[in-house]
């Protein structure tokens, strides 16, 4: 349900147990979350068959993808995947492209020399493909001799593409060409103002944020349930998500006085977990997130904690 300035999602965890994953979606859904979103990490499961198998399994939920790693997907064979799923889904499919993480793409064999340009072609000739264009492109990357999807393939509205990503040079990127950004978590309001700066959007914009999260109605108890998730935040790829907090430099401190990150996760203050995560009583949690709406972010997505992900989901479905 729309709250505040913005929708409420729900993330679909990456490990979510094969037979959880249309009951995660179908109660996502009944508890009137507004989104839920699935995320291609490698190793795991594919973003675009999730989405299907989810969209065929409700009826109005919107379905985000986060996020297609460019270097991994020829952009004319993605356009058709992604229309398909449209024209069968109507306004129900939001789809986010990015760099992918480095050391995946890497071990694939797929990080490219100039990982901006590429996501720049590619974020741009996927759009004019997905809205029926036919497409002349030789860029340094993508490569197209009048590619078009056929009028009957071609979905009557084109979905919203965002930029998956973090950085100035590719928030600003984002900003240039994409529908909207997709931050992963954690996300504060400061990294919202911060990221807004870099991106600098002059039209309209999506902003979708990610955060660890967990409501009880024991406060303690919640900001447990988020540690082990916050175990990444210290490492060097999470650090402009943290660089805007008051409190970075001792918080990079503190990760390199700990042995390894479930010390340094267990060592966190309170104040910075919930700060970190969406964490607490269901009050709490509404106005962490009337704090990310006001920041700038259009849809706050929620990513439920283990061991149980249905029982984090219903948890979760307090704050609505």
């Known amino acids: 349900m729309t709250k505040q300035n913005g929708t409420i999602g729900v993330l679909l ?3 979510t147990p094969t037979r959880d994953i249309i009951p995660f979606a179908r109660r996502a859904e009944a508890h009137g979350f507004d989104e839920l979103w699935v995320v291609e990490d490698l190793g795991y499961r594919g973003g675009l068959v999730q989405a299907a198998t989810v969209l065929a399994s409700t009826t109005q939920i919107r379905v985000g993808v986060g996020l297609l790693p460019a270097a991994a997907r020829n952009v004319a064979f993605t356009a058709m995947e992604i229309a398909s799923l449209v024209q069968l889904h109507p306004d129900r499919v939001d789809i986010a ?3 992918g ?3 995946w793409m890497r071990s694939v064999g797929a990080w490219p020399k100039s990982p901006l340009t590429l996501l720049s072609e590619y974020i741009t000739v996927l759009k004019s493909l997905l809205s029926g264009q036919p497409v002349r492109n030789d860029g340094k990357y993508v490569h197209m001799d009048g590619v078009r999807l056929h009028e009957s393939s071609t979905p009557a509205a084109a979905p919203v593409v965002l930029a998956g990503v973090r ?3 590719s928030l600003a990127v984002s900003g240039d060409v994409a529908d909207g950004t997709l931050l992963a978590e954690p996300v504060t309001p400061a990294y919202v103002r911060e990221a807004l700066r870099h991106i600098a959007p002059t039209r309209p914009h999506r902003l979708v944020a990610y955060n660890i999260a ?4 024991d406060p303690a108890v919640a900001l447990a349930a988020v540690r082990p998730a916050l175990e990444v935040v210290g490492e060097p790829d999470w650090r402009p998500h943290i660089a805007p907090l008051p409190f970075y430099d001792d918080l990079v401190a503190l990760r390199s006085r700990c042995d390894n990150s479930e010390e340094f996760a267990r060592a966190l203050p309170d104040a910075w ?6 964490a607490g009583t269901p009050d709490q949690a509404r106005s962490s997130l009337a704090d990310l709406f006001d920041a700038g972010v259009t849809s ?3 990513t439920p904690v283990g061991p149980d992900y249905l029982a984090s989901l219903e948890s979760l479905a307090g704050v609505l």
């Open 167 to 169: 950085g100035p040079k």
């Open 300 to 302: 706050a997505i929620l």
């Open 214 to 217: 967990a409501i009880d109605d």
């Open 101 to 103: 993480m480095p050391a």
């Open 97 to 99: 492209v990015g760099h």
């Open 273 to 278: 977990v919930r700060q970190l995560a969406v």
């Open 13 to 15: 965890p990456r490990d």
